[in-house]
T-cell receptor
Framework: GNSVTQMEGPVTLSEEAFLTINCTYT??????LFWYVQYPGEGLQLLLK?????DKGSNKGFEATYRKETTSFHLEKGSVQVSDSAVYFC???????????FGPGTSLSVIP | DTEVTQTPKHLVMGMTNKKSLKCEQH?????MYWYKQKAKKPPELMFV???????INESVPSRFSPECPNSSLLNLHLHALQPEDSALYLC???????????????FGSGTRLTVV
């Protein structure tokens, strides 16, 4: 079946450190891939997306590349800030699936 | 307008109360969703409405009753809830057809429900 696996954390980094959160997926066909972010006490926000192989999604300094050959969509940021502290969900979606499939989420804490 | 608006933001209700959650979007999305999210977990799908008709019910107890009065509005009616139903309830919407159909969901900020 379709599924998403990601490192669960928690991940703790110092400000300005490099961030990588790994995400791999299992899916039929060619789904779109997403990273959603959830700040404390809030709902989910779409951070970035990629709709086909080799696409790179980017937003707010975060990037992720859709790698069909490794079925991965790893999230990266060159220099994290305290304000990036949140839970990050990797997800996949295709209209034929009827619903978004989420990974378990990765909690990130950035300390000054 | 690129938002999904949920009201209220917070709700405390007793186990014998009846209350409703409201969700509204004006993006022309024809699919709308209710999710339940417990702390430190991903959202769990509850219901899907497609073209204002219920298309998916993920075996949700009947004390949760969804309603889609029109293409912009989604309600979740609550009755006789249990303390374990306390959670963040998220509404989302998405396009079903066209170029943006695979662009994922737009989520609201949620209603934090506490059942006492």
């Amino acid at each position: 079946g379709n599924s998403v696996t990601q490192m669960e954390g928690p991940v703790t980094l110092s400000e300005e450190a490099f961030l990588t959160i790994n995400c791999t997926y299992t899916a039929t066909g060619y789904p779109s891939l997403f990273w959603y972010v959830q700040y404390p006490g809030e709902g989910l926000q779409l951070l970035l997306k990629a709709t086909k192989a080799d696409d790179k999604g980017s937003n707010k300094g975060f990037e992720a590349t859709y790698r069909k050959e490794t079925t991965s969509f790893h999230l990266e940021k060159g220099s994290v800030q305290v304000s990036d502290s949140a839970v990050y969900f990797c997800a996949l979606y295709k209209t034929s699936y009827d619903k978004v499939i989420f990974g378990p989420g990765t909690s990130l804490s950035v300390i000054p | 307008d690129t938002e999904v608006t949920q009201t209220p933001k917070h709700l405390v209700m007793g186990m014998t109360n009846k209350k409703s959650l409201k969700c509204e979007q004006h993006m022309g999305h024809r699919a709308m969703y209710w999710y339940k999210q417990k702390a430190k977990k991903p959202p769990e799908l509850m219901f899907v409405y497609s073209y204002e008709k219920l298309s998916i019910n993920e075996s949700v107890p009947s004390r949760f009753s969804p309603e889609c009065p029109n293409s912009s509005l989604l309600n979740l009616h609550l009755h006789a809830l249990q303390p374990e139903d306390s959670a963040l309830y998220l509404c989302a919407s998405s396009q079903i057809e066209g170029i943006t159909a695979n662009y994922g969901y737009t989520f609201g900020s949620g209603t934090r429900l506490t059942v006492v």
